[in-house]
Each structure stands twice: as C-alpha cells, then as structure tokens.
C-alpha cells in the first residue's frame, strides 16, 4: 500500500461512481458534497448541502446507472443530477418529520429515506416529491411508521440510571443505513419507545416496505436477542447506528453503544430473516463490556457470504485470550443460536492499549478490494490496514497483508471507498486520502 492525493477539505463519508469514475463525499465545515475525480483528486463540481447540528455522519448515494447522487441535508433530502453545474443540488424535498441520518437508498426511480422519528417516506427520484404517504402528501405525512422513537427524557427515566446524559441523537428512531433485500423489500431498522414510565425500557424493531408502493411487507418487529435484554446487558444503553447488510438471504444488523460509552453494552451482529425471526446472533466481548459494531456504513459481505466487520473498543479485561474488540471479524456465513465467537477475526498487534485510549479500528467499517480477495479498513488511531478474507490476521490474528503507520491524524468514520486499484478514506483532520494499494 502507498498513500496517493489528498484533499484535505474532504471529511466526510466516501461513495463511489464507479460510472463517472468520481467520488461523491462532504466537505462538512463548509457544508458541501464534492464530485472528485478519483484519478486526481481535484473537485469537479461542489453543491450546497447544509446540515444538521446533530448529523455526524451525511452518506451519499449514488444511482446504479450513475446519472443520480442523493443525500441527507437535516431534515430533508437533496437530489444531484450528476454533471450538472452546481452549487445548489437538482432539488431538495420537502421538509420530513425529524432529522435524516439514515442513508437513502434508490430503488428504480423511488429514494426511500428514514427519519429519527422512526418514520419511513418514499419520494421521487426525478424532483424530490412524495412518491406514497399516509393520506395527502403533506409534509407531516409519512408513508409507514415504525413505532414511537425514544427521548432523551425516557431515556434517562430508566431504572438503571446508568445511561444519563450519555447518547448524542434524540430522538432515537431510524439512524442507520437502509438496505434492499433479496426479495425486494426495503428494510428499516429503529428504536422504538415501550412505554411512558422510568421501567419501560425501549425495544428494537425491523420493518419492511414496498419502494414502489409504500405498502408493509413486514410489520413492526422486535430483533433484539435475548440475552440483550437480559442482566448484565442494559438495552437501554445499545444502540443501533451500523449500516444494515443482507447476506444468506437474510438481514445483518449491528449493534453498539450510546455516544459517551456509558452502562454495559455489547457489541452485537444480528441476523435475522426477511420474514423477521432471529436467525442467530454473534456477542462481541461477552466476558467484559463495550466492542460497538456501530460504524455507520455497516461491513462487507464477500462472494461466499461472509459478512464483516469492525469493532470498537473494549472496556475492562476479558481474564484471557481475547474479547474480540478494536478488529475486524468474519460473522459466521450460517448463524444459529447465539454466538460469542467469530469464524475469524484481526486485531492490531496494539490492540488492548488502543482499547485503554479510545483509539478503536471500529469507527469506520472494512471495504472489499482485489476482487472480494481483501479488505481495506482503517479507524480513530490512524493506521491502515490491508487484510486478506481468508486469514484476516493470520495465524496469530494480529499480522495483516499490509500497514501503514501514521496516515491519519484524526479519525476515519462513515464510510470507506474503492475503485479500481485503488481504496479512498477520510481523515477528520486531513482530508481524503487515496491509497494505492498492491
């Protein structure tokens, strides 16, 4: 590996045309997503996208046929006509029922968007407008709901008392990134509120919808394993922030702390069918606390199926051997039952004192390069690293293909890239970096 160009105004998540041979990201100080040649780095168009206070990671989109990049804009979303001119996106619908931190996804011409109010909406590709809504398409209307989001006030009513002040997002509905499923369906999932009273602790639902329609293929339904809601775990203190990945025809959901790493949480990778029963479930650290799968973009699913992803750091000791965290790890191809050991992971050969100072590799999630053959990852302690899918670490799990030291100085979150030959990752104090990788 070897760093290529760097823009250093580029912060943001990373999405690739691989059409236009471009790459989409925000410049988040300034508030703009950036068309940048992938070849050389220079911005070739920029459009106005402005943000909310609490939107920390904005993800583009990008059409399958190249020709549409969309993107959340607080509690909106903005559609771009890729080649157009700039500076303001092609159009921006109207304003939704809370703040959008989920990634769209397009389906044919439908954007389907989620909002922190646990809302799910369908509008136009071509010009933003409603596609399907509740009754008339006002711009309190949604298309379905998945429940009741969770306030911050509920929140820190619960009986534990462990989680207050802790969590950056309220309400707390849909945050992570929507993702089509085999069968069609787009699926959702969010946090939903149980009750009104300090015992009523919240509950995570998937739910289903047709892009073309709007109508419910799934209900409502709770995906939280059981031995997340049962002691020492506090679900109160889980949250679901992880890209959603399909695989195996089934859904993958990640699972990690509140902002603040507060109670006692783990980290969870849970699938579960399109008909929405636990498949099974694989427990990041069930011998200590902490080890989030929460980076924004989700993981990796390779040509057998094996789904992976990374993990953020521990807190506490797991007595001996390992607990999994600050890595990578392959989620078992076929789960069943509930798992606390992985078919393989990797951990940086410093991975317990990167554990001790908050440095985690989890903050940004592994990327597929050489031809599904190798995974591309770097997080918050700003080393890189290049993995091969059939050993990750090696025989002693801390040895990867490829490192390199000191590429950035802040952290990488969101969302990596890749394009040919080549992998593309954000530095929060540096910028866009291309790396070439060999």
């Known amino acids: 590996m070897a760093l290529g160009w760097n823009l250093p105004s580029v912060d943001g998540p990373i999405a690739a045309d691989s059409t236009n041979n471009a790459l989409w990201a925000m410049d988040k100080g300034a508030q703009k997503l950036d068309e940048v040649n992938a070849a050389n780095g220079a911005v070739e168009h920029a459009y106005n996208v402005p943000l909310d206070s609490s939107e920390h990671f904005p993800t583009p989109a990008v059409s399958s046929n190249g020709q549409w990049v969309v993107i959340e804009s607080a509690d909106s979303v903005v559609g771009i006509q890729t080649g157009s001119a700039g500076p303001n996106p092609t159009w921006k ?6 703040i959008v931190q989920s990634r769209p996804v397009i389906v044919n011409n439908v954007v389907v968007v989620a909002t922190e109010n ?7 590709l071509a010009t933003g407008a409603f596609v399907w809504t509740t009754t008339d398409g006002t711009t309190s209307d949604h298309g379905q709901t998945l429940g009741t ?21 309220w309400p707390l509905g849909i945050t992570s990134n929507l993702v089509v499923a085999p069968n069609g369906s787009v699926y959702a999932v969010g946090e939903a509120q149980t009750g009104t009273t300090n015992t009523d602790k919240p509950d995570f639902k998937m739910m289903a919808v047709n892009p073309a329609d709007g109508s419910v293929t799934l209900a409502p339904t709770s995906i939280a394993p059981t031995s997340m809601k049962t002691a020492p775990v506090q679900i109160e203190a889980e949250q679901q922030r992880a890209g959603l990945l399909t695989a195996n025809n089934d859904i993958y959901i990640g699972f ?26 694989l427990e990041v650290t069930a011998n200590s606390n902490a080890g989030a799968i929460w980076a924004t973009a989700g993981g990796a699913v390779d ?20 607990d999994y965290s600050d890595g990578v790890i392959d989620v078992p191809p076929s789960m069943s039952g509930e798992l606390t050991a992985p078919t393989n992971y990797f951990q940086p050969l410093e991975w317990q004192s990167d554990n001790n100072a908050d440095a985690d590799l989890g903050s940004n999630g592994p990327v597929l390069v050489a031809n599904g053959t190798k995974l591309f990852i770097i997080g918050k302690q700003h080393n890189a690293f290049l993995l091969s899918t059939s050993s990750l670490g090696g025989s002693n799990h801390e040895t990867p293909l490829g490192r390199l030291n000191g590429v950035c100085s802040g952290v990488s979150d969101g969302q990596n890239a890749t394009l040919g030959s080549s992998a593309y990752f954000n530095c929060s104090s540096a910028g866009m970096w291309q790396v070439t990788l060999s």
């Open 118 to 124: 646990d809302s799910v909406y369908g509008l136009s």
């Open 149 to 169: 989001p969770e306030s911050q006030a509920q929140n820190n009513s619960l009986d534990s008392g462990a989680v207050n002040g802790c969590g950056d997002i």
């Open 93 to 98: 619908s109207a304003t939704l029922d809370g």
């Open 303 to 322: 040509g057998a199926n094996n789904v992976y992803v990374s993990t953020g750091n521990g807190q506490g000791s797991p007595g001996t051997g390992t």
């Open 256 to 281: 990690g702390g509140l902002a603040g790493d507060c109670g006692t949480y783990h980290g969870y990778d849970v699938a579960v069918s399109q008909a929405g029963s636990i498949v099974g479930d």
